[in-house]
C-alpha cells in the first residue's frame, strides 16, 4: 500500500474522556489527507464475507463512483459518511455461509449547510433514495478545522488580541476548533455553521495544553471562512511553567522495574476469521463505525451444543462532556464527542507493550474521509486475553481440599484521542457469560489560566470556584463524562420484556423470633416511561428477560443490566446542571440510566442523528414520548454511566486512567455454574 500524505499537525486521533475534540492545528497544516492513515488501495487481504462486515476499500470507491456517475457529487460535496447499511435483522440472524444478502451503502454529505441522506445498492449499482434532512447541521469534518485555523491566523482582530498578551508569532500559537452547542435565542445563531476557537501557546515542553490563552474566543463563520467575532475578556497572564511529562520525572527515586513477559507459547485460545471472533464459547462480529466505535453484533454463547442469542449489536450510542465553568471560554464546552467530530473516525494506531499487551492481535479499519475516499487506520483495535483471577475457590474445612479455577478474560480494546483526552473503551468478555464494557480516560486535563499560584492566594477563592488548582496559574475545571451505550440486547431471541426485582425488609406480625423477613418485589415495565429509571437504587435488578424462554428451573431465561459496576471517580448519579439549562434540554439522555424502546433502525443515537447546534431534544427524551409498549417485543436497551470529574493534584501534568464500568450479567440464563468445565492447574 502506498502511504498517504500526512498532515504536520492535525492528529485524527480516538475517543477520549474530558474535554476538547480531535485535532490541532498550526498555521502550515493543510487538510488534503487524514493522518495516521494510509491510502486503501483495491488489493487488500480478501476476508470472508459476513452481510455485516464494513465497507472496503472497493466498495468505498464504487459508492463514489455511482454517485459520481449520476450527477450527485457537486464542487461543494463532503462526505460526512459512507458506511455499510446493515441487512435486515431477522435476515441476518438466519444468514448462512454461501448466501448474498443485499449490499448497500449509507451516505451523509454536506453541501455548504444543506445535509443530505442517501443509500447506494452496490449490488444495482444505483442510488435508492437521495433525501435532504432540513433544519440539521451535519458533523464536524476534517477541512472545517483547517478553514477555522486559516480564518484565525488571517483575522487581523484576532491578532491583535495575541499582541495585547505578548504574542507576536502566531506559529506559535496552537489552535483548538471547537463546537458551539446552543446556549438560547442571544447566544449564537444556530443557522450558521459556526466553530470557536480557543488556543494554547506552544513554549517547546510538549505540552501546550499547559499554555491556555485564557479568555480570548475566536467565532468562526464556516461558510464565510472567517472570524465573525472576537471575544476578549481581559489579559490572564499565559502560565509557562514547564509541564512536559514525555520524559518523566528527573527527580525520581523509584527502582527499576524488571522485566514481566506475557507469553502464549501455544497462540491465543480465539479465533478470527475475518471480522468474527470465537473464544470460550462466545461468537461475535466486531467492525468499527465512523461516528461510535466499535460495533459488536450477533454476540451468542454456545451452551453445551446450544447456541444462544444474547446481544444483535451493542456499540457505544453517544456521549456528551459538560464542563461547569460559565465564563466566556468555557461556557459553551458541552461537547458530544461522537455526534459532533466522531469517536470512530478518531481512533487511532494501538501501541503494543503499552496501549495493549504484547499477545494482542491487531484489527485495521477501513473508514472514507471528508472527499469520499477510503484510508486505512492500522491497528486501531486489538483483542487479547488476560487473567482475569479466580473464577471460583472453595476450601472443604472437613477435607481440607482446595478447588478453585481462574478466570480468564478476552478483551477488545479501542482507544480515541478527542483533543486532550484518550478515552479506551474496552468491550471484556468472561467465560461465564458475563460481558462488561469498561470506559477509561486518560491524557490532559483541560485547564484555564488564573492568577493563582497556590490556594492561599487572594485570588484563589474566585479562581478556583469552578475547578481545581493543580500547578501555578491553572485550574483544571469541573466537568462530567457522560456515556451512553445502546444494546440491542435479543435474549434467547428477540422477543424480550423488562423485569424490576427489588429487595426489601418485609414486617412479620408474629410471636417468631425475628420481626422481618426479606423478599423481592418484582414488576414487569410495560412502557417506555416506565422503564426509564435513574440508578438510585443499586441493590434494585433490572432484567432482559425472555418471557418464551426458561431454564431448568421454570425461570424465564434473562441477563441482568447493571449501568454502575464500580470505577474510579464519583458516578455521575446525576446530569449537574439544571433543569433550565441548555445541555439537559438538549441532551436529556444523561437524565436516566436506562431506557428501553422498541427497535427501531432510525433511532440510533441517544442524542438523535444531528446534535451539532441542535437547539432541541432529538433522542431519547423525544422518542420515549410515545410511551410504545415494551412487553415481549424486540427490545433496545440504553445504558447512561459516567463520572463526575472533580480533578486533583495527582492528575497533572497527565492523568492516571479513570474507569468507569457497565455489565450484562446472565440472570437464570443457565441452569447451573457455567464455569465447571475450566480445567485445573
Not at 458506511?83 to 448497500?104: A, F, H, S
Not at 443499586?538 to 418464551?548: A, F, G, Q, R
Request: net charge negative; glycine share 6%; charged share 25%.
Amino acid at each position: 500500500m502506498k502511504k498517504r500524505k500526512t498532515l504536520p499537525v492535525i492528529v485524527m486521533a480516538t475517543l477520549a474522556l474530558s474535554t476538547a475534540p480531535a485535532v490541532f492545528l498550526n498555521p502550515h497544516a493543510s487538510a488534503e489527507e487524514p493522518s495516521s492513515s494510509i491510502a486503501a488501495q483495491s488489493a487488500q487481504k480478501e476476508i470472508p464475507y459476513d452481510p455485516l462486515n464494513p465497507l472496503s476499500a472497493d466498495e468505498i470507491n464504487q459508492v463514489h463512483s455511482i454517485l459520481q456517475n449520476e450527477g450527485y457529487i457537486k464542487p461543494n460535496t463532503r462526505f460526512q459518511e459512507i458506511t455499510v447499511k446493515e441487512p435486515k435483522k431477522e435476515d441476518v440472524w438466519n444468514w448462512k455461509p454461501g448466501i448474498k444478502l443485499p449490499r448497500q451503502a449509507s451516505v451523509v454529505v454536506l453541501q455548504g449547510k444543506q445535509v443530505i441522506e442517501g443509500v447506494v445498492d452496490l449490488d444495482s449499482k444505483k442510488v435508492i433514495s437521495w433525501n435532504e434532512v432540513k433544519n440539521v447541521q451535519g458533523m464536524i469534518l476534517l477541512d472545517d478545522w483547517t478553514t477555522a485555523q486559516q480564518a484565525i491566523t488571517s483575522s487581523d482582530e484576532y491578532k491583535k488580541a495575541l499582541e495585547k498578551r505578548g504574542i507576536k508569532d502566531i506559529s506559535k500559537v496552537i489552535a483548538t476548533p471547537l463546537t458551539v452547542g446552543y446556549f438560547g435565542p442571544n447566544d449564537v445563531d444556530p443557522h450558521k455553521r459556526l466553530l470557536k476557537v480557543v488556543a494554547y501557546l506552544d513554549t517547546g515542553d510538549g505540552n501546550f495544553w499547559a499554555h491556555p490563552i485564557e479568555n480570548l474566543v475566536a467565532v468562526v463563520d464556516l461558510e464565510q471562512k472567517k472570524v465573525i467575532e472576537v471575544q476578549d475578556k481581559g489579559v490572564i497572564p499565559i502560565p509557562m511553567k514547564n509541564d512536559g511529562y514525555a520524559n518523566g520525572d528527573k527527580d525520581s527515586k523509584r527502582e527499576p522495574q524488571k522485566p514481566l513477559e506475557i507469553v502464549q507459547p501455544e497462540g491465543p485460545s480465539f479465533t478470527v476469521n475475518g471480522d468474527e471472533v470465537k473464544w470460550q464459547n462466545w461468537t461475535f462480529h466486531v467492525r468499527l463505525d465512523p461516528r461510535v466505535g466499535p460495533v459488536i453484533s450477533t454476540v451468542t454463547f454456545n451452551d453445551h451444543g446450544n447456541i444462544r442469542k444474547i446481544m444483535y449489536r451493542g456499540n457505544l450510542g453517544g456521549m456528551t462532556v459538560p464542563y461547569g465553568d460559565p465564563s466566556v471560554g468555557w461556557y459553551f464546552k458541552s461537547y458530544m464527542d461522537s455526534g459532533e467530530y466522531g469517536v470512530g473516525n478518531l481512533g487511532r494506531p494501538l501501541a503494543p507493550g503499552t496501549d495493549v499487551p504484547t499477545n494482542a492481535k491487531f484489527f485495521d479499519a477501513t473508514l472514507a474521509d471528508y472527499q469520499g475516499k477510503p484510508y486505512v487506520v492500522h491497528n486501531v483495535m486489538a483483542l487479547f486475553e488476560r487473567e482475569g483471577g479466580p473464577e471460583w475457590t472453595h476450601n472443604d474445612f472437613v477435607t481440607g481440599n482446595t478447588e478453585s479455577r481462574d478466570r480468564r478474560e478476552l478483551v477488545l480494546r479501542f482507544i480515541s484521542t478527542v483533543g486532550n483526552y484518550d478515552y479506551i473503551f474496552d468491550w471484556v468478555f468472561q467465560q461465564n457469560g458475563t460481558l462488561r464494557i469498561d470506559t477509561g480516560a486518560s491524557g490532559i486535563e483541560a485547564v484555564k489560566g488564573v492568577n493563582s499560584k497556590t490556594i492561599h492566594d487572594h485570588h484563589a477563592e474566585e479562581d478556583t470556584r469552578n475547578g481545581t488548582l493543580i500547578d501555578q496559574n491553572l485550574v483544571a475545571v469541573y466537568h462530567q463524562h457522560i456515556f451512553n451505550f445502546r444494546l440491542d440486547m435479543d435474549v434467547d431471541g428477540q422477543n424480550n420484556s423488562i423485569v424490576e426485582m427489588t429487595p426489601k425488609a418485609q414486617p412479620l406480625n408474629n410471636d417468631g423470633p425475628r420481626k422481618s423477613e426479606m423478599i423481592v418485589d418484582e414488576k414487569i415495565d410495560k412502557t417506555e416511561l416506565e422503564a426509564a429509571q435513574k440508578w438510585t437504587d443499586p441493590s434494585k435488578i433490572v432484567l432482559v428477560t425472555n418471557p418464551e424462554k426458561e431454564n431448568k428451573q421454570g425461570y424465564p431465561t434473562g441477563y441482568q443490566i447493571i449501568p454502575y459496576a464500580g470505577g474510579t471517580q464519583p458516578f455521575a448519579e446525576n446530569p449537574l446542571f439544571t433543569e433550565d439549562d441548555w445541555p439537559i434540554k438538549r441532551v436529556q439522555f444523561t437524565k436516566n440510566h436506562i431506557w428501553v424502546t422498541p427497535n427501531n433502525e432510525n433511532e440510533m443515537y441517544p442524542e438523535g442523528k444531528y446534535i451539532n447546534q441542535s437547539t432541541e431534544e432529538r433522542g431519547l427524551g423525544l422518542w420515549t414520548q410515545q410511551n410504545r409498549p415494551i412487553v415481549n417485543t424486540d427490545d433496545v436497551v440504553w445504558i447512561t454511566t459516567g463520572i463526575t470529574h472533580i480533578p486533583r493534584a495527582e492528575e497533572w501534568p497527565i492523568m492516571p486512567t479513570e474507569w468507569v464500568s457497565v455489565m450484562l450479567k446472565p440472570f437464570n440464563f443457565f441452569d447451573r455454574t457455567p464455569t465447571l468445565d475450566l480445567p485445573k492447574k
